[in-house]
């Protein structure tokens, strides 16, 4: 079969390429951004428990050795200036519940339970 216009032919391929490829791009992207989203909101997220969990350790570290709470007040002034994100707002631990709360509005509470270490007998 002889084609007697071959570029018009290679044209209407190609357009016709174009438009699939725009068509699986039209349903791929709003999922890929929504994606994008939830991964963002997850490591913030995380990055406040991590940041919780260091606060509430270097708390009853310090309690325990009796250190100043100038060192603990000086770790949060030093991550609010190295993380625009994560700013802390208030922190405070008070016997077994801690409470952290960002400039974001967000709080994160927690209640230690006092755990039993049993030693082993031979």
């Known amino acids: 079969m002889k084609f007697v216009n071959k570029r018009a032919f290679t ?5 016709i390429a174009l438009s ?3 068509l699986i791009l039209m349903l791929y992207l709003p999922a ?10 997850l490591r913030t997220e995380t990055q406040k428990w991590n940041l919780f969990h260091e606060l ?7 309690k ?3 250190y100043p709470a100038d060192n603990f007040e000086h770790y949060i002034f030093n991550h609010n200036q190295e993380n625009e ?3 802390v707002a208030s922190f ?14 967000s709080t994160l509470t927690i209640n230690l339970e006092k755990v039993d270490v049993y030693e082993a007998t031979e």
């Open 92 to 105: 405070l631990c008070e016997n077994y519940r801690c409470k952290i709360e960002f400039s974001d509005g």
């Open 32 to 41: 890929f951004y929504l994606e994008m989203t939830r991964m963002t909101e």
């Open 56 to 62: 509430v350790k270097l708390d009853y570290f310090s």
């Open 11 to 15: 044209f209407a391929e190609t357009l």
């Open 64 to 66: 325990s050795q009796n």
């Open 20 to 22: 699939l490829f725009s």
């Open 85 to 87: 994100i994560l700013d």
